[in-house]
């Protein structure tokens, strides 16, 4: 546990005037005070936990204009939004704005009027821009989403791996990079490309405790996501999908039961994303159906829960990805449906992409972790972290295997009679045909290729075809069997699976959860750690749904997300405490000066039309 770190007085004051908060969590004091004192700094900072303070206060602490690297628009735009909305100057340059408004910008920035400025690296590598740098003041620069650095990353920028130059042309200006997704050979990558070899490294739990993490054996995972998602009615939350066709057919499919779902891929133009995202942002409820395009630099803290109907390419991207939900702190769910179908499709594309045989063989491996944390009946907050080098005692209580226990049961038979027909059918099919050979079914496919003749057909009758899916799945989990990707991803023997024929060693498999019944509305977190708005007593509850109808309608007064002018969490603990004046209105925690003076009467007439 490393030292507390007391604050510098002038830190604490300011942090409490812009960003009405009264103390610093975890390690924000000491990189604050760190970087304030010019220091260089490496921060790994789980979503949430407040990674931006870290660079925000320091640029407003030093003289000068911070300079943040920020890889996309969106994150730019929301960021520099809620700063605008603390009273602090802030601005963006990138493409999407016309001449006039980056000449406008350009001439706060070389008159001394922004404490941040955020730039695309493209932007910043030019030569027009560094020369702009030459004539200003450089508070500091901030490298955000820095694992953009790594070229094994889910996320690279090659223009990333120039950013050392800020280091050899102002090596007195301090840097900070961020990011909430590094495992240690991204960690040294990052110091290494980005010269922070002097830096001083501040690494953060990996853990998001208010996240329920879940994964379940896809049967039909249009119904399942359907049961999911009535534990969280009238909640915005993100599902992914690896193909654009089925973010299409999954959005329709909510749509169809009442569930305002919305599409979102790179197949989409560019009109109809950005009033998708505008839609998801501003209004509450919203589902966003998507691909990994959609996701990276969304600031809205009250996702309640991040959904995968088909497997992701790593850990590090599942990470990332699920870490979209409870940015707020408040409980989120996090669950992902599995088959041995999407591990299949991944190989393929791995195998047919075009990288070089080092990165395919790292991106199987990336996958082969993946797989291996969906198949585990371990602690999944205990997987999950382990796999970025931190140790978690298990039985964490907020997750499927710890509150659901899986059972194992023997399978050595089962195994052997699935080991054989693979043999004995030629080592050509996959598991849909084989499990319809050893359930003794007369299809089409079967008569065709004289299946009905071996002698492992029909000796399977005792399990269902569910449970066949799921031998299958783990033996090629295990490494008992392989898919072979020049054949449509039939299945063959390995050398593993010898002894297990020859019977000299048993096995024990997984048993898959039954199907869950459906839920009620919330069931899903039942251990959750932080009130949510169901908590409230009743007439709190009326003044909060009252406060959250005045900040929707101010939203779309000034076009911004509802989120940067309060979040939940503010006004849950306004409508808790119902303060009577400005003073006691300043006292709640997320309300600085900027806030209060913009926006305290109106809050305070919303209270007394309550009263």
């Known amino acids: 546990m490393p030292d507390r770190v007391e604050p510098p007085a002038p830190a604490l004051a300011e942090l409490h005037r812009v960003f009405g908060h009264g103390e610093f969590r975890g390690e924000q004091a000491a990189i604050v005070k760190h970087v304030t004192e010019g220091g260089d700094a490496l921060v790994l900072m789980p979503t949430g936990g407040g990674k931006s303070l870290c660079y925000q206060l320091p640029a407003l602490l030093r003289s000068g204009t911070a300079i943040v690297i920020s890889p996309l628009i969106a994150l730019m735009q929301d960021q520099v939004e809620a700063l605008r909305q603390l009273g602090v100057r802030a601005a963006f340059l990138n493409s999407s704005l016309d001449a006039n408004a980056a000449a406008a910008v350009e001439r706060q920035f070389l008159d001394d009027a922004l ?134 057919a999954t959005a329709e499919a909510l749509a169809a039961q009442g569930i305002p779902a919305l599409p979102y891929h790179a197949g989409l133009d560019a009109s109809t994303r950005a009033a998708h995202q505008r839609r998801f942002l501003q209004e509450d409820g919203i589902v966003m159906v998507a691909t990994i395009a959609f996701g990276m630099g969304i600031d809205k803290p009250d996702v309640r829960f991040v959904a995968h109907l088909d497997l992701p390419k790593s850990l590090e991207g599942y990470y990332q990805e699920t870490g979209r939900a409870g940015r707020d702190g408040e409980p989120a769910e996090a669950w992902l449906a599995y088959g041995l179908g999407d591990a299949v499709q991944l190989r393929r594309m791995i195998a047919e992409g075009e990288a070089g045989e080092e990165r395919k063989r790292l991106e199987h491996a990336k996958l082969d972790a993946l797989i291996g944390y969906c198949e585990s009946t371990a602690c999944r907050r205990q997987s999950l972290l ?118 000299e060693q048993r096995l024990h498999l997984r048993a898959d959860a039954p199907k869950p019944e459906r839920r009620r509305k919330r069931d899903s977190a039942a251990s959750r750690t932080t009130p949510t708005t169901t908590d409230l007593p009743t007439d709190a509850a009326t003044r909060f749904a009252a406060l959250r109808q005045w900040r929707s309608a101010t939203a779309r007064e000034q076009n911004v997300p509802a989120y940067v002018i309060f979040h939940d969490a503010t006004l849950r603990n306004i409508a808790l405490e119902r303060p009577g004046a400005l003073d006691a209105l300043a006292m709640i925690a997320g309300i600085g000066a900027g806030k209060l003076e913009r926006y305290g009467e109106a809050v305070l007439a919303v209270l007394r039309e309550r009263d």
């Open 386 to 503: 382990a796999y970025f080098g931190e140790a978690h005692p298990g039985d964490c209580g907020h997750c499927d295997n710890c509150l659901h226990p899986p059972q194992a049961w023997d399978a050595t038979d089962a195994a052997r009679k699935a080991l054989s027909c693979v043999y004995r059918s030629g080592q050509r099919f996959g598991a849909a045909h084989l499990i319809d050979v050893l359930r003794g079914a007369d299809t089409a496919k079967v008569r065709q290729f004289g299946h009905q003749s071996l002698s492992t057909f029909g000796i399977g009758s005792e399990h269902d075809a569910k449970q066949w899916r799921s031998i299958f799945r783990q033996l090629v989990t295990i490494g008992l069997l392989e898919t072979d990707l020049d054949h449509f991803g039939a299945l063959r023997l390995t050398t593993a699976a010898t002894p297990l024929l020859r019977g």
């Open 115 to 248: 404490d941040l400025l955020y730039v695309a690296p493209e932007r910043l590598l030019t030569t027009r821009f560094l020369a702009l740098l030459e004539r200003i003041r450089i508070a500091l620069f901030a490298i955000d989403e820095a694992h953009c650095v790594s070229q094994w990353g889910h996320d690279f920028r090659p223009e990333y791996r120039q950013l050392t130059l800020l280091h050899e042309r102002w090596p007195e200006v301090p840097r900070i990079a961020l990011t909430a997704t590094a495992d240690a050979p991204t960690r040294r990558e990052i110091v290494e490309r980005l010269a922070l070899d002097g830096a001083r490294q501040f690494i953060s739990s990996f853990d998001r405790p208010n996240i329920l993490y879940s994964v379940a054996a896809k049967h039909d995972s249009r119904r399942q996501l359907q049961d999911f998602l009535d534990g969280h009615r009238s909640e915005a939350g993100i599902v992914y999908c690896l193909s654009r066709r089925k973010v299409e």
